[in-house]
């Protein structure tokens, strides 16, 4: 193959992917053996849609991978449109706080949340978009890259994702967040 039909196969192979692909893994599927020229071709593709202003993007994420996605100035207006993971609605509520809140622990959760809690925290782990981690006598729970990556950020950074939650949590869920402010100064009475 030449060029614009190996540029054309690594711009098709990032679209569908819908998650970011490393150098290797894009060589070994694609049968493209040079590394080096498969990230000239993976550059190319980010320069050309640069250069066109468009609303989508090539970046290497993750340390070593790329990833074809919407822009973040975009993806907020486009983001109810994305596909999801098959959660319930108490799933994605329990989701969101902990996107919201990490790192949370998980008693902390399951006071808001009630003991429901406990079985979609499992569900979330095994799907792999929350970390559960020892803490105490309870565990830590947080968002996983795996999760930055579904929902279109650029990194699993909590503040990042925080601030773009704090939106959706303050308008779907005001009961929680008045139950979370009632707890938080119950508890600020008690010191």
Known sequence: MGLIEDKALVEAALFVSGRPLSVKELSKALGI???????????LIA?????????IEVVRVLGDKYVMQV??????????????PDLR???????ALIAYLQPIEQSRLVKLRGSQA??????????GLIYAEPYERT????????????YG?????PMIIKEAFKKVVH?????????????????????
């Open 33 to 43: 053996k040079s590394l080096d020229y498969l990230e000239k071709l993976i550059e």
């Open 171 to 191: 308008a779907e869920y005001s009961d929680l967040i008045e139950k979370l402010e009632k707890g938080e100064a119950a508890s600020e009475g008690e010191e």
């Open 89 to 95: 609605a108490g799933e994605l509520k329990t989701l």
């Open 139 to 150: 565990k830590l729970l947080g968002t996983t890259p795996k999760f930055a990556e579904l």
């Open 118 to 127: 406990y079985e979609h925290i499992r569900k979330l782990q095994e799907m």
């Open 47 to 55: 320069a050309e849609y640069a250069e066109r202003k468009s609303a």
């Open 153 to 157: 950020f650029p990194e699993n950074d």
């Open 71 to 84: 822009k973040q100035e975009y993806s907020q207006k486009v983001i109810h449109m994305m596909p999801r």
